[in-house]
């Protein structure tokens, strides 16, 4: 039996298939090794996960892919942590953006993108990642993400900067006010998840031009400081996992048109697709 395991700030999505080819699907908390410590890491997955499963087959290897694992030293964290939960099992740890690239080009070449929590790029050579502009996460940069998008929101709010119908939209889709805001962002654990859970607005009212040209900032922002940085953008095909990519796809591809580039694939969440690579090449 094998897991392949897809982890963003805000959840974690775990598959593990066993010989006959049954897969056992799950969700957690969000892991992130820039928040969390190792224990905390083990110890979310041994209250959340573990008791969810429903077989008892020893799980032979676990393909784990997450965010903010860029570094070894990240990477070796999670893997710490994946040890004490799952003893003997062999482990294989990288970030979330080889999960994207294999998940959206498998063995093609391509540009790979990440727009959910957080976001991140790559130029993809079929195999591996061959550079990257880093996304420098959401206090230096992360545009195109769930947590850009609800901080350019929230810096509007509060800078009473919102078209007066859309600001009382904002007020009936949220409580928090101007002290709220700036307390979770400033004071309080994972910002990054708060901000994100503004972005939602923005994608049930695209039918405000203000909605659509913040979007279209946040995305237009993207490919001009990570996505037009890669030689080729404009002939490889742009391909996208994550929420707010696949909610927001229509502002997504013309941005993409509006930079001469070809948009490619565009899914919400990669595990499908990183389930059937690995399993063709087991």
Same mark, same amino acid.
């Given at each position: 039996?094998?897991?392949?395991?897809?982890?963003?700030?805000?959840?974690?999505?775990?598959?593990?298939?066993?010989?006959?080819?049954?897969?056992?699907?799950?969700?957690?908390?969000?892991?992130?090794?820039?928040?969390?410590?190792?224990?905390?890491?083990?110890?979310?997955?041994?209250?959340?996960?573990?008791?969810?499963?429903?077989?008892?087959?020893?799980?032979?290897?676990?393909? =784990?892919? !997450?965010?903010? #694992?860029?570094?070894?030293?990240? @990477?070796?964290?999670?893997? &710490? /942590?994946?040890?004490?939960? %799952?003893?003997?099992?062999?482990?294989?740890?990288?970030?979330?953006?080889?999960?994207?690239?294999?998940?959206?080009?498998?063995?093609?070449?391509?540009?790979?993108?990440?727009?959910?929590?957080?976001?991140?790029?790559?130029?993809?050579?079929?195999?591996?990642?061959?550079?990257?502009?880093?996304?420098?996460?959401?206090?230096?940069?992360?545009?195109?993400?769930?947590? =850009?998008? !609800?901080?350019? #929101?929230?810096?509007?709010?509060? @800078?009473?900067?919102?078209? &007066? /119908?859309?600001?009382?939209? %904002?007020?009936?889709?949220?409580?928090?006010?101007?002290?709220?805001?700036?307390?979770?962002?400033?004071?309080?654990?994972?910002?990054?998840?708060?901000?994100?859970?503004?972005?939602?607005?923005?994608?049930?009212?695209?039918?405000?031009?203000?909605?659509?040209?913040?979007?279209?900032?946040?995305?237009?922002?993207?490919?001009?400081?990570?996505?037009?940085?890669?030689?080729?953008?404009?002939?490889?095909?742009?391909?996208?996992?994550?929420?707010?990519?696949?909610?927001?796809?229509?502002?997504?591809?013309?941005?993409a048109e509006s930079k001469g580039a070809?948009?490619?694939?565009?899914?919400?969440?990669?595990?499908?697709?990183?389930?059937?690579?690995?399993?063709?090449?087991?």
């Amino acid at each position: 039996m094998i897991g392949i395991t897809d982890s963003g700030s805000t959840k974690t999505s775990w598959v593990f298939i066993d010989k006959n080819n049954k897969k056992y699907n799950y969700k957690t908390i969000g892991i992130n090794p820039y928040y969390q410590s190792i224990q905390d890491i083990s110890n979310s997955i041994n209250t959340e996960l573990l008791p969810e499963l429903e077989f008892t087959e020893k799980v032979d290897k676990i393909y =784990f892919y !997450g965010a903010g #694992l860029e570094l070894k030293k990240q @990477r070796d964290e999670v893997e &710490a /942590a994946l040890k004490l939960s %799952f003893p003997g099992t062999a482990l294989e740890v990288d970030h979330d953006l080889l999960a994207a690239a294999r998940a959206v080009c498998g063995d093609e070449a391509g540009i790979a993108c990440i727009a959910g929590t957080g976001s991140n790029t790559c130029h993809y050579d079929g195999k591996d990642i061959v550079r990257n502009v880093h996304s420098l996460g959401l206090f230096l940069g992360d545009e195109g993400s769930g947590g =850009f998008l !609800g901080k350019l #929101l929230a810096r509007d709010y509060i @800078r009473k900067a919102l078209p &007066a /119908a859309v600001n009382q939209k %904002f007020e009936a889709f949220t409580p928090d006010r101007m002290a709220d805001i700036l307390d979770k962002v400033y004071t309080k654990p994972f910002p990054n998840r708060y901000l994100a859970s503004l972005a939602p607005f923005i994608v049930l009212n695209q039918d405000e031009q203000y909605c659509r040209d913040l979007a279209f900032e946040s995305f237009n922002l993207l490919f001009e400081n990570c996505i037009c940085k890669y030689e080729g953008y404009q002939t490889l095909p742009i391909n996208f996992i994550g929420s707010i990519a696949a909610r927001l796809e229509p502002v997504l591809r013309a941005v993409a048109e509006s930079k001469g580039a070809h948009l490619g694939k565009v899914i919400s969440n990669p595990l499908e697709a990183l389930t059937e690579y690995h399993f063709n090449k087991m």
